[in-house]
């Protein structure tokens, strides 16, 4: 597989499976931005095959293996990819051009493939604290594996690339709520869900639309220390790639803005930016990223949720 054939499926993948990256991934230096893209590819190639679905949207073709053997093989072909094994797969040959270029640990990847193990196994969340955990093997895994692509090494600056990871994972769950609760997913702690007396069953219950839209604002409050922390970690990255990372952080907070402001109608319509919403945001992020050349971080709160290490 050629270089450009494979940077096509790349690009191909991130914008159809994520208009909000998109934009934002525009802004990375061509290296990076290459790089960014192969390490998405593989990332929602690994969901859609759990899922049995083309760019986390349509339907796939039935498939007569369990979603456990499907994780298997995930597994399987992303060993291979890391040994360096030459790989067909135009995913997995992402995979590998970004791990070995980058020094992506292979650990970081089979924790990504451990968030839909719990998928699979249908893990039940009873506190905040094993949805954030959760989090951080869908999401807050790509936030260190993106920022290792930026060059960053420094743990302090990776913390916070794993909190905008968990934050726009928390951004995620409040969005898609209704959605995932009707395939049988659901990520709101059952300690909450007592709180508010409804039951997983009743999610998607539109009767229970005004209980959900206070579960959903508080999951969009719980994000916002975690923005606030990952944009402290501005610092620590390349200017472009802060420009970025500043910009899909306005994106995706406003998201969970846009949740928050509608209450129980969030789930009517699917939340997200509009083009000139994207634009300012663009804007936006520049200035932060310039602002952060000058800014010195203030500590991370000690009581976030602390990543393994």
């Not at 369990?66 to 298997?72: F, V, Y």
Request: aromatic share 8%.
């Amino acid at each position: 597989m050629t270089n450009g054939t494979l940077m096509d499926h790349a690009t191909e993948t991130m914008a159809a499976g994520s208009k909000s990256f998109a934009t934002a991934s525009k802004l990375f230096d061509a290296p990076t931005r290459r790089s960014a893209l192969m390490l998405y590819a593989w990332c929602r190639h690994c969901d859609d095959v759990i899922d049995g679905q083309v760019l986390g949207f349509h339907q796939a073709a039935p498939d007569s293996d369990s979603a456990a053997q499907r994780l298997d093989c995930l597994k399987m072909q992303t060993q291979r990819a890391f040994d360096g094994i030459k790989m067909d797969d135009p995913a997995f040959a992402a995979l590998q051009e970004v791990a070995l270029s980058h020094g992506i640990p292979p650990r970081l990847a089979f924790e990504h493939l451990e968030g839909f193990a719990m998928d699979v196994r249908e893990t039940h969340y009873v506190t905040f604290e094993d949805t954030l955990r959760y989090c951080y093997h869908v999401a807050g895994v790509v936030g260190l594996m993106m920022a290792r692509v930026m060059g960053v090494r420094d743990e302090s600056v990776l913390d916070r690339a794993c909190d905008l990871g968990l934050a726009f994972q928390l951004t995620n769950i409040a969005r898609d709520i209704v959605e995932d609760a009707q395939v049988g997913r659901y990520y709101l702690p059952a300690q909450w869900l007592a709180e508010e007396g409804i039951t997983a069953a009743q999610i998607a219950d539109p009767v229970y639309r005004d209980k959900l839209a206070r579960l959903a604002q508080r999951l969009v409050v719980a994000a916002e220390p975690y923005y606030a922390s990952a944009r402290a970690g501005l610092p620590g990255l390349p200017l472009r790639s802060a420009w970025a990372i500043a910009s899909a952080h306005g994106v995706y907070r406003e998201i969970g803005v846009k949740v928050s402001a509608a209450g129980p109608r969030a789930w009517d319509v699917r939340q997200g930016t509009t083009r000139p919403e994207k634009l300012g945001l663009l804007a936006k992020g520049a200035v932060q990223a310039l602002s952060s050349r000058l800014a010195k971080p203030m500590p991370r709160p000690p009581d976030l949720w602390q990543r393994p290490r």
